[in-house]
């Protein structure tokens, strides 16, 4: 710094506002009460009949169904295929192409991801709507599971 921006009475001042601990103090005190004053906001969940939903849901439900479906998963791994043959078998491609054909194939693996982990592997049973069970008939089915020779010995 110059001496002409040491010597401003400006300057002065306010290095030795900012430098006094009392300063600090009063603006966290004010912070607080600012903060603490504030009536806390909460989201509603709009599909338990809080309200409507909003107007963009509908189309990124489809959107989100569209990439989850077996289709994607068709295209997702042709495109893993075409990715991975192009960077092995392209020959010279210039720096922008190789980065376009890795953003391709990261998005393609994670929809191919997707696909396979939510459709396949962690999938739960389904109960039909309408039917209850009680805890003596899912018993009773468990220890007929493990008598038959099912329960995993």
């Not at 309200?51 to 990124?60: I, N, Q, S, V």
């Not at 998005?107 to 191919?112: E, R």
């Not at 997707?114 to 739960?124: D, H």
Request: charged share 10%; aromatic share 8%; hydrophobic share 50%.
């Amino acid at each position: 710094m110059n001496a002409l921006a040491i010597a401003s009475p400006l300057y002065l001042k306010t290095r030795s506002i900012l430098s006094s601990p009392l300063f600090w103090l009063s603006l966290a005190l004010i912070a607080l009460l600012f903060f603490g004053a504030m009536d806390s906001a909460h989201a509603a969940d709009t599909t338990g009949g809080g309200g409507a939903g909003l107007p963009w849901e509908g189309p990124l439900d489809k959107l989100k169904k569209s990439i989850s479906g077996p289709v994607a998963f068709v295209i997702a791994l042709l495109g893993i295929i075409a990715c991975g043959a192009t960077l092995i078998w392209g020959g010279e491609v210039s720096e922008f192409t190789r980065r376009i054909i890795y953003v391709v194939l990261v998005v393609c693996l994670i929809v191919f991801a997707n696909t396979l982990l939510t459709g396949a592997l962690f999938s739960g049973a389904t109960i039909p709507e309408g039917v209850t069970l009680t805890f003596p008939e899912v018993s009773g089915a468990v220890s007929n599971m493990i008598s038959a020779g099912a329960g995993g010995q």
